[in-house]
């Protein structure tokens, strides 16, 4: 019983930090989202109607969508595969680590200079596609600005993800890998029926904070093209922003209310999925 | 069912000493080797090597007088039991035992018969179903023998498998892999640092120290005859006492020296520091001429009493000095 009560003593401040700072406004968010102005006359469900027949909110919905979709899988793929790499072969020690995590160290705004030095209608990229005779591109204003989103996210998590799996493969006993091998069991059947299966309870974390991390290359967008950038790579946050701008912030509540029920729906059902695979393993 | 053949094998790391040097053994089909020797002494490093775990620095293995220098360890054909017992946490103990065998596309049918015959003979079949989460120590080391002996290799490597259980469980652990290995006759090199056990398993043993061998031979020669003052240290339930003669090092085991509660004539004369009782018999520390004593007799040891004591001079040992 006193174990309990100091283990409270111990959550007490962050959890009034989280509360002040998130539960209640969240609170708040969710009785705006219901209603209209600021004075709080309860409208129902009409806000939540009106954005889901906004174009804006279709289009940011759409490739925020599109964008995780695309993102998480190869980011957790490409880093998989790297930290498994790393992993089998101790000698490459902890240089190849390091130099993965460097992009994670480069403020954002450096990113930026660079991506403007790079992707600019008159920066390095067309400069050489020019020397070469080729035609320019407009990198930011065209389809290839998503890609280009994509790969600043893969490139800027990348580093982040190996070490997160290359912690979950540490929890692996060596020995048991020794045993495997002596077993007879080639490279591929030990990956498939030792090594993955190992990491298996560490994939939650990883793709959580994946998609947690995702949203933050709105920094990246927003600080390039600005307000109104590209249709390809306006994502919900520009739409936040925007609304806040114009004070809309009913709109705002309903559209936070809604991207917040799918993510929360979104956990849920990933947390299912892994239980489901802890009890079957 | 295999001969084993060691020749000059040597292990250095880059930047330390010796790990292993010049190991030269040879054991016969069905011997069971024990190599044992303080932590450090580079056993588990040569047994490593022969698994191929660990690349050796220079010299080669043999089995059956085929070179496996360059096989790596899947394809050596020996199971491994380890201290730790490493099994695969996410397979029950009979996926544990079938894994050797489903690795080698061997069928459902017959992978099946082979476990449940293995698990009989181990006493696990009840067990089967269980992951090693829910196995006591005792029963996981059962499991991991079974996924030895399930296929029959040629050589069965064990590093110190019985070092993380309890003394009771040792003991029954010992017996049954003693029967385990004479049961099936498969070529065995042991790994531990308890001599107890050395001489239990043995039929030879090789004693290790700071990377070289110090001597090999049967559990009876190396209680007998040990080559130098550290082999015979290592051996024996009592430590042997040890003393310099000039430059000779002369050594006597306590249960050598005879002792006596009342005066004999010319016996040495010696004065008890502590006594206890052992479970078997009095065991004491006495200051005599030579240094500090371990002696042991089957009556009561008190402290400060007078006691003779004698040692005949043919169990005396010595070893010239180096």
């Given amino acids: 019983m006193r174990n309990n009560r100091s283990g409270y003593l111990f959550i007490l401040l962050s959890l009034a930090g989280v509360s002040v700072f998130l539960m209640l406004p969240y609170l708040d968010i969710l009785l705006k989202s219901f209603s209209t102005g600021n004075e709080g006359v309860s409208i129902g469900l009409d806000n939540f109607k009106q954005i889901l027949q906004n174009e804006a909110f279709r289009i940011a919905t759409k490739n925020t969508v599109r964008f995780i979709a695309v993102c998480i899988p190869l980011l957790l793929i490409l880093s998989l595969a790297i930290s498994i790499y790393i992993y089998e072969n101790p000698k490459l020690g902890s240089m190849v680590k390091t130099s993965f995590l460097i992009p994670m160290a480069i403020p954002v705004t450096s990113v930026v200079l660079m991506w403007r030095f790079l ?45 997160l799996w290359l912690a979950a493969l540490a929890t692996i006993d060596p020995q048991v890998q020794s045993a495997a091998k002596l077993d007879g069991a080639s490279g591929f059947q030990r990956l498939f029926r030792i090594t993955l299966p190992s990491v298996k309870n560490g994939t939650f974390i990883v793709v959580v904070l994946a998609i947690l991390n995702s949203f933050k290359v709105f920094r990246e967008a927003y600080l390039v093209a600005g307000d109104y950038p590209h249709d390809s790579i306006y994502l919900t946050q520009h739409l936040f922003n925007n609304w806040f701008r114009e004070l809309e912030l009913n709109k705002l509540a309903a559209g936070a209310v809604l991207d917040s029920v799918i993510l929360i729906i979104l956990i849920l059902v990933l947390q299912k999925c892994w239980k489901k695979g802890g009890t079957k393993l | 069912m295999a001969e084993l053949k060691i020749t000059n094998l040597c292990k250095t790391y880059e930047g330390t000493v010796d790990a292993v040097k010049d190991f030269n053994l040879e054991a ?162 042991y790994v531990t640092h308890d001599q107890g056990e050395a001489m239990a398993l043995a039929d030879r043993v090789v004693v290790m120290d700071q990377g070289r061998i110090r001597q090999i031979g049967t559990p009876r020669e190396l209680y007998s005859n040990p080559g130098d003052p550290f082999v015979a240290s290592f051996f024996g339930n009592l430590p042997m006492n040890l003393w310099e003669d000039g430059d000779m090092i002369c050594g006597v085991r306590p249960e050598d020296i005879s002792l006596s509660k009342s005066f004999v004539q010319d016996w040495e004369k010696a004065t008890l520091l502590t006594g206890y009782f052992n479970g078997m018999q009095w065991i004491g520390e006495v200051r005599c001429k030579e240094g500090r004593f371990t002696v042991c007799a089957d009556w009561e040891m008190k402290q400060e009493q007078t006691i003779y004591m004698h040692c005949p001079e043919d169990k005396i040992h010595r070893w010239q000095q180096k």
């Fill in chain 2, 28 to 189: 016969k089909d069905g011997e069971f080797i024990v190599i044992v020797g303080p932590s450090g002494c580079g056993k588990s490093t040569t047994l490593r090597m022969i698994a191929g775990l660990e690349q050796p620095s220079a010299g080669s293995i043999l089995l059956d007088g085929t070179s496996i220098d360059h096989l790596p360890p899947q394809k050596r054909d020996m199971a491994m039991i380890f201290q730790n017992y490493a099994l695969y946490e996410n397979m029950t103990a009979f996926e544990n035992m079938a894994f050797p065998l489903k690795v080698r596309g061997v069928k459902k049918a017959e992978i099946a018969s082979k476990v449940t015959a293995v698990a009989e003979t181990l006493k696990i079949s009840e067990l089967l179903n269980r992951r090693p989460g829910a196995l006591s120590g005792g029963e996981k080391q059962r499991v991991a023998m079974g996924r030895a002996i399930v296929r029959q290799p040629k050589l069965f490597l064990m590093d110190e498998p019985l070092s993380n259980l309890d003394a009771k469980m040792r003991l029954a652990l010992r017996e049954e892999i003693r029967q385990l290995q004479r049961r099936t006759g498969v070529t065995t090199i």
């Fill in chain 1, 119 to 163: 992707f600019d209608d008159n920066g390095i990229l067309n400069g050489i596609l020019c020397s070469l005779g080729f035609n320019t591109v407009s990198w930011m204003n065209g389809s290839a600005a998503f890609w280009i989103l994509v790969g600043s996210y893969i490139w800027k998590n990348l580093g982040y993800n190996i070490i």
